[in-house]
């Protein structure tokens, strides 16, 4: 389990006197996982003393994922992609069997992200968008792109919250680069709302 609170850096320090598994870096990486939030923004959240979500056991957290680490009813698939939106996580399967997962964001209020059955229907490793511009008001870079529909792509990019995009899935780039290098055009991706949807949306 976890609790709302503030965490610090000593106490992070404690961890890894006691698990050498938990270097401050290591922890920094659960905390991201478990809040959907890059681990630079929850360095931050701890310096400013902001409430996160923090595990009661770390170690318990050390291979954690929210998703099924199996789903028998994709187990005839070679790959399958599944997004659940409530959660914020993207996790791809093979045979049925969870292989890489990360949290992610997608559209904010007023930017859906669709749920559904897609596929992905074409890659695109140095994709811009021509939709949005960056910060600098430069066409956005979007790299590591899966297309799945109409204008909406699972690619690399900031995750500052769960819902922070224009629509798309965004992730971090090493999990992004990962799913790329995975994924192949056609293959299936579900979007639910979620996780306990998962079921009855694959038995229909």
């Not at 099924?68 to 996790?91: E, Q, S, T």
């Amino acid at each position: 389990g976890w609790s709302y609170r503030v965490i610090s850096q000593k106490e992070l320090e404690r961890l890894s006197e006691k698990d050498a598994d938990l270097s401050p870096s290591a922890s920094l990486r659960i905390l991201a996982k478990l809040n959907a939030r890059d681990f630079d923004y929850i360095a931050e959240d701890i310096r400013m003393g902001r409430p996160i979500k923090v595990p009661h056991n770390f170690s318990r957290f050390k291979d954690w994922t929210p998703l099924y680490k199996h789903i028998p009813d994709v187990a005839d698939l070679p790959r399958f992609i599944l997004i659940v939106k409530d959660i914020h996580y993207i996790g791809w399967y093979q045979r049925g069997n969870l292989v890489g997962d990360s949290y992610i964001c997608i559209g904010k209020d007023g930017s859906r992200t669709d749920a559904g059955l897609f596929r992905v229907l074409e890659k695109d490793s140095d994709h811009v968008s021509r939709s949005y511009p960056n910060a600098w008001g430069e066409p956005a870079p979007m790299p590591y792109a899966l297309r799945i529909y109409g204008l909406v792509w699972i690619h690399a990019g900031d995750i500052v919250q769960g819902r922070c995009s224009h629509g798309c899935v965004n992730l971090p780039i090493l999990p992004a680069m990962q799913l790329f290098d995975w994924a192949t055009t056609g293959t299936p991706v579900i979007i639910v709302e979620s996780l306990r949807d998962v079921p009855s949306v694959l038995a229909a």
